[in-house]
């Protein structure tokens, strides 16, 4: 079982950047893959961006390339997203994903609330 718990969401005003953190109950390297996920209020959840356990490759929505990063730190088995330039439509509930095992299993956070507004 995997432990997932997201942190670093708030309010910020537009143009502004937060960075969120998935902490992982276990090795982060032993993971096939993290991914952040958001949903907004009467939408569907989109796919963010992903991080590879083995060798770190990432990949990003189109329309998020550019102002956000993920990345990892393996000795705090922790994951970020460094959101910057920050829009209202970031607005959302952010959630960490990660696989493990064969067959991979899927694993969620509960979620990390990030507003836009002024």
């Known amino acids: 079982q995997v432990q997932l718990v997201e942190s670093g969401g708030g309010l910020v005003q537009p143009g502004g950047s937060l960075r969120l953190s998935c902490t992982a109950s276990t090795f982060i390297a032993n993971m096939y893959a993290v991914r952040w996920y958001r949903q907004a209020p009467g939408k569907e959840r989109e796919f963010v961006a992903r991080?590879?356990?083995?060798?770190?490759?990432?990949v990003y929505a189109d329309s998020l390339k550019g102002r956000f990063t993920i990345s990892r730190d393996n000795a705090k088995n922790t994951v970020y997203l460094q959101m910057n330039s920050l829009k209202p439509e970031d607005t959302a509930v952010y959630y960490c994903?990660?696989?493990?095992?064969?067959?991979?299993?899927?694993?969620w956070g509960q979620g990390t609330q990030v507003t836009v507004s002024s």
């Open positions: 991080i590879f356990s083995a060798g770190g490759s990432t």
């Open positions: 994903n990660a696989q493990k095992g064969t067959p991979l299993r899927n694993y």
